[in-house]
């Protein structure tokens, strides 16, 4: 997924087109997560349930809250794998964005901070979001004071959100039940499968070392690399099914070093290369 986001990045040639990505932000956009957070009672509950299931959106970070001593609350953002900036910027620009929308536009953030380097373009950033933005910061988080925290959300819902409460906590007790080969085939399709995770990474992932994830997965009739090759050919199937992308840059989302070797390897998954793929009938 990082160097989905690099690509994107590269293509639009546009170095603040995750703000503008926020800006098409809409509080039902990330189904269930997002619908929560618009009908609890204030922006203090709409931000606990973020952190609480933000694994209903994506498991590449873990959300914690931590209060201040002057009543304000840091909103920090545990990285669970290499995560391209641009898509730091995206979940919390889209973050603010439905904060903003669910409480009438009254929502502002106290501090913006980001890991990565865009100082350049501070003055941009600090436009879209209404507040101080630092660069280079220890972790990205987003800070914000007592009186933010008790504005109302105008669409409260009291019933609703209980629904949505029970809905993502089963969502998430699902996901957490699933077999070592069920995890590990999620954690691929997420979009992990980009040269920069292996055996290792998915295991620190998972808590476990990398021989014990192998153990697990061969008493599960499987090895890691069999379940590599078969999310990279799921995702292949599916950046071809996109005629924006070419070859050359599906070669590199799915991590080959050339075109030939990708082609080599989708002709031994499918019976056919890749261009004759993208125009069958299906």
């Known amino acids: 997924m990082t160097q989905l986001w690099e690509l994107a990045a590269r293509d639009s040639a546009d170095p603040l087109f995750t703000l503008r990505l926020a800006d098409l932000a809409r509080a039902d956009m990330f189904s269930g997560l997002s619908?929560?957070?618009?009908?609890?009672?204030?922006?203090?509950?709409?931000?606990?349930?973020?952190?609480?299931?933000?694994?209903?959106?994506?498991?590449?970070?873990?959300?914690?809250?931590?209060?201040?001593?002057?009543?304000?609350?840091?909103?920090?953002?545990?990285?669970?794998?290499?995560?391209?900036g641009e898509a730091l910027e995206a979940f919390m620009a889209c973050g603010s964005r439905i904060l903003k929308q669910i409480t009438d536009d009254k929502f502002r953030p106290r501090e913006v901070h980001f890991s990565h380097d865009k100082s350049g373009l501070r003055a941009q950033f600090e436009a879209f979001f209404e507040a101080p933005v630092f660069f280079n910061a220890p972790v990205c988080k987003f800070v914000v004071d007592e009186q933010v925290?008790?504005?109302?959300?105008?669409?409260?819902?009291?019933?609703?959100?209980?629904?949505?409460?029970?809905?993502?906590?089963?969502?998430?007790?699902?996901?957490?039940?699933?077999?070592?080969?069920?995890?590990?085939?999620?954690?691929?399709?997420?979009?992990?499968?980009?040269g920069n995770v292996d055996q290792g990474t998915v295991a620190r992932r998972l808590g476990m070392s990398a021989r014990r994830l192998q153990r697990a997965l061969e008493k599960e009739g499987y090895s890691f690399r069999e379940l590599l090759e078969k999310s990279k050919r799921e995702m292949a199937e599916e950046l071809l099914s996109r005629p924006e992308l070419s070859l050359t840059d599906i070669c590199y989302l799915l991590g080959f070093s050339d075109q030939s070797n990708f082609t080599k390897a989708f002709k031994r998954w499918t019976g056919k290369t890749p261009s004759a793929y993208r125009i069958a009938p299906r």
């Not at 699933?178 to 499968?193: D, P, R």
Request: glycine share 4%; net charge negative.
């Open 35 to 84: 619908l929560a957070m618009m009908f609890s009672d204030t922006t203090g509950e709409a931000i606990e349930r973020m952190c609480r299931y933000s694994g209903v959106a994506s498991s590449a970070a873990h959300l914690e809250t931590i209060p201040r001593k002057n009543n304000s609350l840091e909103v920090v953002f545990h990285l669970q794998m290499p995560v391209a």
């Open 149 to 194: 925290l008790r504005l109302p959300c105008y669409q409260s819902n009291p019933e609703l959100v209980q629904n949505m409460d029970r809905w993502m906590k089963e969502y998430l007790e699902r996901t957490d039940s699933l077999s070592i080969t069920g995890q590990v085939q999620k954690l691929l399709l997420e979009g992990t499968i980009d």
